[in-house]
């Protein structure tokens, strides 16, 4: 079964308004999570490293105020695209590794899709 | 970051037939680890390689890892319709910041 859980699926929402997605890792504690976007028939495109108890890791380019990511516990990370703008159309997906035996093994969401209209 | 890349882009075989796609990277690493991912659905882990392992197997999964050329190649077997999906790569090195190429879009024809 998932071992991480993704939620909304999808959410269609109005330019201008914030759209919040959660991040879950069911029955382990992430202490980091990984939040990608990807574009149709792209990659994966890392934006930031979601880090519990502190600031999140951005990658170049990626603006911070634009998406506020928080984790707030061991096994929640929340991704929030503020004002949100057609451009920001896309589809997100979230990470966690489960260091077994550090294998650096990732279990991902089913990812959110978001339509800004 | 390591960064995998992985070639073709696009395969398109018959049901049965085997398929063959590629990764290649640029640094050193710990291990290599193949992933799926359906049309709109999160990756799914499929295989791991470590550095020290030269191949691989799991059910209709064959990995290889030549880290002198620094490539790897997942073959899948018998492939079926079900099969259709991308397949990606992403390699590991230590506490690693995993990323991913565009990957190899594999269509399986019944």
């Known amino acids: 079964g998932a071992v991480v859980s993704q939620h909304p699926s999808w959410v269609i929402c109005k330019s201008g308004t914030s759209v919040k997605i959660e991040c879950r890792s069911l029955?382990?504690?992430?202490?980091?999570m990984f939040w990608y976007r990807q574009f149709p028939k792209q990659s994966l495109m890392l934006m930031a490293t979601?880090?519990?108890?502190?600031?999140?890791?951005?990658e170049q380019g990626v603006e911070k105020d634009k998406f506020l990511i928080n984790h707030a516990s061991l096994t929640l990370s929340t991704l929030t695209v503020t004002s949100a703008h057609p451009e920001d159309s896309s589809f997100y997906i979230c990470s966690a590794p489960r260091r077994r035996a550090n294998t650096g093994e990732l279990f991902f969401g089913e990812g959110s899709r978001l339509t800004v209209l | 970051s390591q960064q995998g890349e992985e070639d073709p882009q696009a395969l398109s075989i018959q049901e049965g037939e085997n398929a063959t796609m590629n990764c290649s990277y640029k640094t050193s690493i710990n291990n290599l680890q193949w992933y799926r991912q359906n049309s709109g659905r999160g990756l799914v882990h499929l295989i791991l390689?470590?550095?020290?392992?030269r191949e691989k197997h799991s059910g209709r999964l064959r990995v290889t890892l030549d880290t002198s050329k620094k490539s790897s190649s997942l073959l899948i077997t018998a492939s079926r319709a079900a099969d259709t999906a991308s397949y990606f790569c992403?390699?590991?090195?230590?506490?690693?910041?995993?990323?991913f190429g565009r990957g190899t879009s594999l269509i399986v024809h019944p």
């Open positions: 029955d382990f504690q992430a202490t980091t």
């Open positions: 979601s880090n519990e108890g502190s600031k999140a890791t951005y």
């Open positions: 390689i470590r550095s020290n392992e």
């Open positions: 992403a390699t590991g090195r230590g506490s690693y910041i995993p990323t």
